[in-house]
Every structure is written in C-alpha cells, then in structure tokens.
C-alpha cells in the first residue's frame, strides 16, 4: 500500500461477505462488486442454496451478471461460494456441494433475518454434528450469523442481546471441532469482539462491516425499539456507543482475525418503507471502500486499511493475495442516495475520499 498527499493506491480488496441477491437485483448489484478480486455470495435465497446443483446455477447467473456491460477481457470479480446449513444437509450433500465449488457452510437460524425459514435453531445444532464433522474434513469453513431468537422456552430474546447469547453456541462447535475455520459474521458487539480477539485458536475470525463501525441502535429505532428510520434497519441491528467503539477498533488494528465483510443487502426503496421494512442495507462497492477509507483516516490507520479488506480474509481462507491494485483520490464526493431503485448506504453524505474508476 502506496500513501500518498493526493492519492492512495491499494492492494484489490475481496468482499467476505455479500448478498448479490437473484434477479433482478443481481443483474444491477454485480458490476459494480468488479472492483473486488473474489466476493462471498451468501446462498439465503428462496430457496436455499443447499445442493451442488443449486451452487453451479447460482454461480452462473453471478458471474452472467458480473460481465454485464464489461470491455470484452475485462476480468470479473471470482464469486466465492456457499451453501446453507438446512434441515436437508447430510454430510453426503456437503460433499456434493463441495465437489461443485462450494467452500463454506453457513448457519442462519430459522427465522433471525432474511431468507432464513429453512435453516436450524442453536439448539439444534449438536443434531447436525457429524455435517461440521464433514466440513472439517473436507478443509471448508463453517460461517456464522452469531444471533439467536429466542429463548429455549420460546420466549422472545431482545435484538441488542442476540449475538452475545449466541456465543456460547458456536464456542462448544469450536471446542468439539479445533480444526474447523470459523467465521463469525458481521459481529456488532464488544462481547462479540473480544470472543473472537481472546480465543486462542488461530482458525477463529470475524467479518466487520462499515455500517457498525459508524451506526447506533437510536440510528434505527426509538427508546420504545419501534423502527423509525427503515433504511438504516438491518441485522444485526446496530448496537451502543461502546460496541461501535469496539467495532471501530477492530477493524482499524490491523488484527488479522478481522477483515472486511460488507454485508451489502440491496433492497428495492419499497421494500425500505413502513414499520415493517425489510432487514439490510444496500453498500455500494466503491462507495463502501471510500467510506472506509475515511474511517481509517480518523482512527489514524490508514496503512492498516490493505490489510482488512485486502489481506486478512485472503489469508485466512488459504488463498493469494490479489495482484491488482485500485486507486484511492483524496477527493470529496456525495454518496449518490439511490443507484437503481436501491437506497445506498450514507447516500446524501460527503465523504472525503473517491474510488477511481479502473
């Protein structure tokens, strides 16, 4: 990473974590993720990711979509695939999923965020044992969205307390199976922080978006918890000063158990309309590392930022760091407040960085 008075130049980043969606939305979301040299794309579609053959035809309409508009032998990004963790996974349909590409296994329990209906509660998960068993030993990773609902009597669990009360799940999958990569998601919490930070094994990491590093839950909702600013409503939902302290530290540290995960969730505006709008925010590629980059420049960490969104996750999961390289311009901008139809995050806001075109 080059710092320069006028310009950055930067290793190209990878996206852990995404929700390109399906059509429409894919059709106008991936372009613009070429900026990034490989991208998780999450499998919570209706229905779920959960075969071979569902992996080989997501993969397809991604990259289908990715090319869309591009200069003939401009390089696209390399989607980074996954399949859910579902009533129907076998350690035999695992394998399946793996041998068509498939390289982490996600857990969203039933019910906690969007497109989740098929998958499992915590309390469920010692059932599904011998399918980590499968993973371990296949070398994929196990992917996790640290929150869980409810009580095991059904009785509701307040939003800003579902990721610490999840973690004491996911620490025995740890223990029982050392040898499994672990990601934690999106983590929002200074108790989810400090379990990845203190956990001795190295096979240990975490996802952080720029949405927690600069939002409070009274961005979202009233004391009374009631939703009122829709297009800032995502889950997990954000968190109190000291989490988004927590959160923003992390990420500029240069830790390497943590790097970038967007967590981009594009949702049409009518969908982000009402006391009932949908869960997730919609982060524009280069608009999202522009704002990070403003997030580094105030904790004084610019030269940490190629490490979280360029290094760590490549490391983690075993793979070459990108060859590439994009172009940062110290150059105010307004994040436009719409692309498409889609609410963009921070849209309206000046930034004081812009990601030059490749």
């Excluded at 090319?67 to 696209?76: M, N, W």
């Excluded at 004084?300 to 793979?319: C, D, H, I, P, V």
């Amino acid at each position: 990473m080059e710092i320069f008075e006028d310009k950055i130049f930067m290793r190209q980043p990878d996206d852990g974590h995404n929700h390109t969606r399906w059509y429409p939305i894919v059709s106008l979301v991936a372009p613009t993720l070429n900026i990034y040299g490989r991208v998780v794309c999450q499998g919570n579609l209706t229905p779920p990711v959960e075969s071979g053959a569902q992996v080989d035809k997501f993969r397809t309409v991604i990259t289908q979509a990715a090319a869309t508009d591009q200069k003939p032998g401009a390089k696209i990004f390399t989607p980074v695939m996954v399949v859910m963790l579902t009533r129907n996974t076998t350690p035999a349909s695992l394998r399946d999923a793996f041998a068509h590409g498939a390289v982490i296994l996600k857990f969203m329990e039933s019910g906690i965020s969007t497109n989740s209906a098929n998958g499992i509660s915590f309390y469920e998960l010692p059932q599904f044992y011998p399918v980590y068993q499968e993973a371990e030993k296949l070398g994929m990773v196990a992917s996790f969205h640290p929150e869980i609902g409810r009580e095991k009597n059904g009785d509701e669990i307040r939003p800003l307390d579902r990721e610490v009360r999840s973690l004491p799940f996911i620490a025995e999958l740890i223990k029982k199976f050392p040898k499994l990569k672990v990601i934690l998601e999106h983590l929002s919490t200074a108790e989810g922080i400090r379990f990845v930070e203190r956990h001795p094994s190295p096979n240990v990491a975490a996802s952080l978006t720029e949405k927690h590093a600069l939002m409070l839950y009274s961005d979202v909702c009233n004391r009374q918890g009631r939703i009122i600013k829709p297009w800032n409503y995502c889950k997990p939902i954000f968190k109190l000063k000291h989490d988004r302290y927590a959160v923003r530290r992390a990420m500029t540290s240069g830790h390497p158990k943590f790097f970038w995960g967007s967590d981009s969730a594009p949702w049409p505006a009518e969908r982000k309309q009402g006391n009932d709008p949908a869960a997730g925010i919609y982060s524009h590629a280069s608009e999202t590392i522009a704002i990070l980059a403003q997030i580094f420049k105030w904790e004084y960490s610019l030269s940490n930022q190629e490490k979280f969104t360029s290094e760590n996750w490549a490391k983690f999961m075993g793979y070459p760091l990108n060859q590439g390289y994009i172009t940062i311009s110290r150059r105010i901008h307004t994040i436009p407040k719409m692309f498409g139809n889609l609410p963009v995050f921070m849209g309206g806001e000046n930034v004081e960085f812009t990601v030059e075109a490749a």
